[in-house]
C-alpha cells in the first residue's frame, strides 16, 4: 500500500465520520420539539457531500489495493 492509497482511505475514514455526525445533526433538526427553534447548520447538504467524498475516496483507495 502506498501513501497515496494510504491518505486516500484516512480522507475517506474521515468523510465517512463527518457523514455519520450530520446525519445523527439532520435526524435531530427534524426531530425537534420546538418548532421555532431551527438551527443555522445545513445538515442535509454536509451530509451528502460528505458521503460522496467518502463513497469515491474508499472506492479509489480499494480498486488501487485491488489493482495490486
Known amino acids: 500500500?502506498?501513501?497515496?492509497?494510504?491518505?486516500?482511505?484516512?480522507?475517506?475514514?474521515?468523510?465517512?465520520?463527518?457523514?455519520?455526525?450530520?446525519?445523527?445533526?439532520?435526524r435531530r433538526r427534524m426531530r425537534r420539539r420546538n418548532l421555532d427553534q431551527v438551527g443555522f447548520m445545513p445538515w442535509t447538504m454536509i451530509f451528502f457531500w460528505s458521503l460522496l467524498a467518502a463513497v469515491l475516496l474508499i472506492g479509489l483507495a480499494g480498486r488501487a489495493l485491488l489493482a495490486g
Not at 5 to 26: E, F, K, Q, R, S
Open 1 to 26: 500500500m502506498n501513501d497515496s492509497t494510504h491518505m486516500m482511505t484516512i480522507a475517506g475514514g474521515i468523510a465517512a465520520l463527518v457523514a455519520a455526525v450530520a446525519w445523527i445533526g439532520d
